[in-house]
């Protein structure tokens, strides 16, 4: 099986004004002890860097039209956010408050605009469904944020798919156990690379869509949303403290499907440019 492609880099040389305050004042060796006590992370210092037993590496995402890259804190989804999309998965949609899981940071699979990444068909599932969504990626954090400051947030989109071993999914919510296994799989969040909100802009409407081998299987616009991207991190920072580098799956519109082998799926989003994988 091929590999599926994925941005690594264990070079932690770089130091980004962007980084939170929290973090930029680790790179003080003076704080280190602090930091350590706080459990805070410490990236972007490699003089700061413990010694390791072996490397694990992070996950960047490219930023287009610039040679940094963005470091992925956290991986945040938000569940029904579409009307049609909940009443297909069987609940009420005018009742249900958001909610948010997550994936693991490293279940990102970069794919690169302009071509075709194979992507791996995951082990357990005989109903592996795509889920088309646009992906908000934070430059500032926060707790509490209200929704009127919650865009000034976002350092840029991209989009993603958050894909879903839905029979695993569904077992499990059948069975009130987590729905981790269904979701938060090895490579189960395909992304592009990011746009910066300052080339981009913000997305309130234009279409959504997806297709599989050239066959039009979601198409919906972004102003369905039930919860906009603002109401999502504001409501996403009661639950989470954010930070930057967390990003953040807005939900997917209605008529949700499988894939098999052989499937090429192709997503778009007005602005972005399309993504695409290979089931392999
Ligand atoms: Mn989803």
Redesign the pocket.
């Known amino acids: 099986m091929p590999a599926p492609s994925r941005t690594t880099r264990t070079d932690a040389t770089r130091t980004d004004a962007s980084q939170p305050n929290r973090r930029n004042l680790l790179g003080s060796s003076a704080l280190l002890a602090t930091g350590a006590l706080l459990g805070c992370a410490t990236p972007g210092n490699a003089a700061n860097a413990p010694k390791t037993p072996f490397a694990v590496p992070a996950t960047y995402l490219p930023i287009v039209g610039s040679d940094e890259q963005f470091p992925v804190r956290r991986v945040y ?3 029904r956010n579409y009307a049609a999309h909940a009443r297909e998965m069987g609940s009420d949609p005018t009742r249900e408050p958001p909610f948010f899981f997550q994936k693991p940071t490293d279940a990102i699979q970069l794919v690169p605009h302009g071509t075709v990444a194979d992507h791996p068909y995951p082990p357990l599932t005989k109903n592996y469904h795509y ?1 088309a ?1 646009l992906v908000a990626a934070l430059g500032k954090g926060g707790r509490n944020i209200p929704v009127t400051q919650a865009l000034d947030c976002v350092y840029g989109y991209t989009l993603g798919l ?1 894909m ?1 071993r839905r029979d695993l999914q569904r077992a499990m919510g059948d069975e009130k156990k987590p729905w981790e296994i269904g979701k938060s799989f090895d490579h189960s969040a395909p992304i592009g690379a990011l746009h910066k909100v300052a080339q981009s802009g913000h997305f309130s409407k234009g279409a959504i869509w997806l297709k599989v081998n050239g066959n039009t299987k979601q198409s919906a616009d972004l102003s369905q949303m039930i919860w906009s991207v603002a109401e999502q991190i504001a409501k996403l920072s009661e639950a989470f403290e954010l930070f930057p580098g967390d990003i953040i ?1 807005s ?2 519109p209605e008529n949700v499907g499988p894939v098999v082998r052989g499937d090429v799926i192709e997503m778009h989003i007005d602005g972005l440019p399309n993504l695409s994988v290979k089931i392999v």
């Open positions: 989804c938000i569940g889920e969504e958050d879903t799956y939900g997917t």
